[in-house]
């Protein structure tokens, strides 16, 4: 199996790198980031009020700004996820007693192999704005909480060098660039760590196994019952097994098994109670 910079446990492992995650949020957004405080893989904002919490890929905070850097590579309806990651950011990052004008600069990066949008540009910059009549104009409401969407397959449009490079090694795993060359040696190196191959491989022929399993029930019951509902079910059923294997290995978080297997949150926590 080859193991790529868009395989999210690798992604994930890249930017847990100061250096790297401190040099990709500017080459990205074209600011300084004077010093990148605290990082955090997969981090999880459970909501007091909501059984639906969120597991953010990378969670990063400087002096007065905060980062959410997604990978994405299929569309799971990208507007609502944004939507609804920053208001669980704003609820992290608020503590109880403090005011609204000490919610922090946020940015939600969505780095994409696709094209979320279909319009075939290499980035959309996303901010709220208000309307003028009057005027026929769009201002900016400043609120302080932007959302960028990276298209990779898009990168030969892109105008700026250390961008285009590094969309172009994202979308086709080839490196240019000094940027792109770094994280691509760091995941060359990776690869040689026979331990997390060894977990990389083992959880991605886990899964591929199990959802060839799941398909195979899911359609010979479709078939027998004559019921779609079949072939979910036998998906469903395979990804339950996988996670109680993971489960009873005991080398992975809830939250990492629930990611590898698609499986809510809620019912990892029940699974192993199970155990």
Do not use: W
Request: glycine residues 4%; contains cysteine.
């Amino acid at each position: 199996m080859e193991i790529k910079f868009t395989n999210r446990f690798i992604f994930n492992r890249v930017l847990m790198n100061p250096k790297i995650c401190k040099k990709l949020i500017e080459t990205l957004l074209k600011i300084k980031v004077e010093k990148i405080e605290y990082i955090e893989s997969e981090k999880s904002v459970e909501s007091p009020y909501l059984n639906h919490g969120v597991r953010f890929d990378v969670y990063v905070k400087d002096s007065n700004k905060i980062y959410d850097i997604e990978l994405q590579t299929y569309d799971d309806d990208i507007p609502k996820r944004m939507r609804y990651y920053q208001s669980m950011m704003d609820m992290d990052c608020l503590m109880k007693g403090q005011e609204y004008s000490e919610l922090k600069e946020t940015f939600i990066i969505f780095i994409c192999t696709f094209d979320p949008f279909g319009q075939n540009q290499p980035c959309y910059m996303i901010q709220n704005k208000y309307y003028v009549e009057e005027t026929k104009t769009f201002y900016d409401i400043n609120d302080g909480a932007k959302k960028i969407v990276f298209n990779a397959s898009a990168y030969d449009k892109e105008k700026d060098i250390e961008i285009k490079n590094f969309l172009k090694y994202t979308s086709s795993n080839k490196a240019t660039g000094q940027f792109a060359t770094e994280i691509n040696q760091i995941v060359e190196r990776m690869k040689n760590s026979n331990s997390l191959r060894e977990e990389v491989m083992f959880i991605s022929d886990e899964i591929q196994y199990y959802r060839r399993k799941a398909r195979e029930e899911g359609r010979e019951e479709g078939l027998l019952e004559g019921r779609e509902e079949g072939r979910e079910e036998g998906r469903l059923e395979g990804n339950r097994e996988n996670a109680l294997k993971m489960l009873k290995d005991n080398e992975l978080s809830d939250e990492k098994i629930s990611f590898y297997t698609s499986l809510p949150l809620e019912e990892i926590q029940n699974l192993r109670k199970t155990i």
